[in-house]
């Protein structure tokens, strides 16, 4: 059983290179989520004037940072994702101790991160334009990408390794300096993303972290003139104000938020391979994953058959401690999550047929922690609050349909577009839900909840706003695009 270091961290800010204790004197205190009883993190609650020292750094590390040759700057980065490999167990043990995700999926989470870093730092080597036709003689045309200047960054606790790496990485490598704000509640894995970026041979002020509160840190990056551009996951709630903020200032935003994502199942799946992914979807990071699976859209025919196997393999889902192998749902992440799930499976057990969990397990060690019991409803309605509301937890709504032209209209249903996924075998059906389910990633005959490195990450409607994250498309985000001129001059001779 892999364990975590036991003692309390007090968290310090990181403004140009240096580990800086905040001023403010107020603090908040992180419990871990499996065991109440444990302080994991003293958290400052910082001010907007250290949010103003650390932009000022970054605005101080660019000119220097932008005239590092891009592949010097890929070179850095390749060396974090060197050293991100060489610390994974570290980092993944920080992680299930900080945010609560059992320790195998927290491999897997830096693991992703280690992916996004490597194909980032190479982007160092392929960083480019075009180069095009102009329509006057003697004439060279061609377009460069350059760097923003000093750009800020949100994150969520969900994935609080794997997030902050995949927005800092795009923008470094393209010559950006960044200030970042995570998540109150998981400030320690974004502090050791730092601490490595600074191994790495990141010069100071290239990458500044300051801890604290969303309406204040948070707000002073996207308020302040010298950050030109807001990288943001989390809420809609949230994003929304972000995005109308950044309008009103002419910021570029990229808005990453909430997801409904659909498991559709026909009636000639494969059952089997369709019962492991809708379960591990739906229960996996107890639920709280932006491309969790929530909606299951089975046709009538297999439903009673689908039903029973769900259930049945859903039982053998324990929850617990995340540092115990035989866990396979960790605990939600703090009070306000349990407390927003609780009343999602209160409206759940009124509108629809609850056949599994529906409430908090409780005994034993579960009494020291946030669990919640996988949860599975049946005979959902398609616009019932459960089907159509993110709830962010280990709850799964079975939504019955009578073909496959009213499951890729409920599917469509919800107001969001981020994953999907598509169990069949019959060819024309997967081209006209591939071409016709609105999500930014769709997958066929397999989970809504992977992705690849190299592949675009987002989604569409009130999922995503501005351009994709990950994949050679991440860079855009963080450049701007110069086309260039140059008349050569040779005609005259
Ligand atoms: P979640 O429910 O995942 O915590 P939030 O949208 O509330 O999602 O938070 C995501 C990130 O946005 C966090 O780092 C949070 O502190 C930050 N945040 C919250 N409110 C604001 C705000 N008004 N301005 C800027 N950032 C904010």
Redesign the pocket.
Same mark, same amino acid.
């Given at each position: 059983m892999a364990t975590a270091a036991r003692t309390t961290q007090i968290c310090r800010n990181f403004i140009n290179g240096q580990w800086v204790e905040s001023r403010s004197g107020k603090t908040m205190e992180r419990r871990n989520p499996a065991n109440l009883d444990e302080v994991v993190a003293v958290v400052p609650l910082s001010t907007r004037e250290e949010v103003r020292e650390a932009i000022a750094a970054a605005k101080a590390a660019f000119p220097a940072w932008r005239d590092t040759p891009t592949p010097v700057r890929g070179k850095i980065i390749g060396k974090a994702a060197a050293l991100l490999t060489e610390q994974k167990e570290e980092v993944a043990r920080i992680l299930t101790h900080e945010e609560g995700k059992i320790y195998k999926e927290s491999l897997v989470e830096v693991q992703r991160a280690i992916n996004i870093v490597e194909f980032m730092a190479g982007e160092g080597r392929r960083l480019g334009g075009q180069t095009l036709p102009s329509e006057m003689p003697n004439t060279f045309a061609y377009t460069i990408k350059q760097p923003l200047g000093v750009v800020g960054a949100?994150?969520?606790?969900?994935f609080p390794v794997a997030i902050p790496f995949w927005k800092a990485a795009p923008a470094l490598v393209t010559g950006n300096t960044m200030v970042m704000?995570?998540?109150?509640i998981t400030p320690l894995t974004a502090l050791k993303m730092a601490e490595i970026f600074a191994q790495a041979g990141l010069p100071p002020g290239v990458l500044n972290i300051v801890l604290g509160?969303?309406?204040d840190v $948070?707000?002073e990056? +996207?308020q302040h003139p010298d950050v030109h551009a807001i990288s943001?996951? $989390?809420?809609n709630? +949230?994003?929304g104000?972000?995005y109308a903020a950044g309008a009103r200032k002419m910021k570029k935003c990229q808005c990453e938020m909430g997801g409904k994502n659909p498991l559709v199942i026909l009636s000639d799946a494969d059952l089997k391979l369709a019962v492991e992914s809708a379960a591990s979807g739906a229960f996996g990071s107890s639920g709280q994953r932006c491309t969790a699976t929530s909606r299951v859209v089975v046709e009538e025919k297999i439903a009673d058959q689908f039903v029973s196997m769900l259930v049945a393999r859903a039982k053998e889902f324990t929850t617990g401690d995340g540092f115990d192998e035989n866990v396979a749902v960790g605990p939600l992440v703090d009070e306000n999550q349990i407390e927003t799930v609780m009343r999602y499976l209160e409206i759940g057990k009124r509108e629809a047929k609850l056949l599994l969990g529906g409430g908090r397990v409780t005994g034993g060690m579960h009494d020291r922690g946030l669990f919640i019991s996988p949860t599975i409803f049946d005979h959902v309605k398609w616009d019932s609050t459960i089907a159509q509301e993110e709830i962010f937890g280990p709850v799964l709504s079975v939504i019955r349909v009578p073909d496959f032209e009213e499951a890729l209209r409920v599917a469509n249903s919800v107001k969001y577009g981020l994953s999907s996924s598509i169990y069949t075998n019959d060819s024309a059906k997967i081209h006209a839900f591939i071409d016709r389910i609105e999500s930014g990633m769709t997958h066929v005959n397999s989970g809504t909840v992977w992705s690849e490195a190299h592949l675009p990450f987002g989604g569409m409607k009130g999922t995503g706003i501005g351009l994709r994250e990950m994949g050679s498309i991440a860079v855009d985000f963080y450049t701007e695009l110069k086309s260039v001129y140059i008349d050569y001059g040779a005609r005259k001779q």
């Open positions: 949100i994150t969520p606790w969900n704000k995570p998540a109150e509160a969303g309406e $948070g707000d990056l +996207v943001f996951t $989390g809420s709630e +949230v994003g104000i972000i």
